[in-house]
């Protein structure tokens, strides 16, 4: 069996920026345990996959190491691809989800907007094993956590020389690591470790921006921001807190488009 494929550079306008996310769309579900080995075998730190259901969408993403409950970047790929290969004619796409209930993308433009759920950090326990691995010399002002811990540090600098120990990282158990701190030419700046998912550092984090929003919304005392994340490939995102949802916009291109052969059975 043959099934499409194609990758997608999200949170960027450029090839080869922003974070890269493969997506299959499905006439239907191949067995969790065939995605599971399709996204192992893209190597990616997503690859979506969505079956039409009427006026929407089921969407589902894959790490290469199990299925995620929430990701931004392949979203907001998903939605490319569906709005400018696949004909998609409405205003907006509604995907419905696992866990994160229905997500709406809508298109201004080349600019996207994620309609997420906002999970603002909490003061919580923190592992020495964490604190072990960021060591250095900056050291976090605050430490909270979401679904991922949360390190907030002072300045742009901090956040572009830490180096990690992800073998320390990986032995936590969590999906990721956030660290942010003010940026100098945007509203915050971050980063986003999960080793433990075999992403040693996911270029742009679509999901890691429900926890960074209603911070920043908070700590600035506004609620439109503009954001970069700092991986080596760098992405762009603009940002507005809406109470218990966060709006997440970017831009995104498309880089290959494919074939797998999937085994039948």
Not at 130 to 150: C, H, V
Not at 236 to 262: F, M, P, Q
């Amino acid at each position: 069996m043959k099934i499409k494929i194609y990758q997608i550079d999200a949170f960027t306008s450029k090839l080869f920026g922003g974070n890269p996310a493969a997506v299959c769309p499905l006439q239907d579900w191949l067995p969790d345990e065939t995605m599971q080995k399709i996204a192992a075998e893209n190597n990616l730190a997503e690859t979506a996959f969505f079956v039409s259901n009427g006026d929407d969408f089921m969407l589902r993403w894959f790490t290469p190491e199990l299925e995620i409950d929430l990701c931004g970047h392949a979203t907001l790929a998903s939605a490319h691809l569906l709005f400018t290969e696949l004909g998609f004619a409405g205003k907006e796409i509604k995907f419905k989800t696992k866990v994160a209930g229905t997500l709406v993308v809508s298109k201004t433009d080349d600019l996207y907007t994620l309609d997420f759920p906002s999970r603002p950090p909490q003061n919580c326990e923190v592992p020495d094993i964490l604190l072990e691995a960021f060591g250095g010399k900056a050291t976090p002002s605050i430490i909270q956590k979401s679904r991922d811990y949360f390190l907030v540090y002072e300045s742009e600098t901090d956040i572009i020389n830490l180096k990690p120990d992800f073998t320390l990282l990986g032995k936590i158990d969590v999906i990721g690591i956030i660290v942010t701190a003010p940026g100098e030419e945007v509203d915050f700046v971050s980063r986003f470790f999960a080793p433990s998912c075999s992403v040693p550092e996911d270029p742009v984090t679509g999901s890691a921006h429900c926890t960074l929003i209603p911070y920043w919304a908070k700590r600035l005392d506004k609620n439109s921001m503009h954001a970069y994340q700092l991986s080596a490939r760098k992405g762009e995102l603009w940002c507005e807190n809406a109470g218990d949802r966060v709006k997440i916009s970017g831009k995104a291109v498309t880089y290959l488009r494919g074939e797998i052969t999937v085994p039948e059975g």
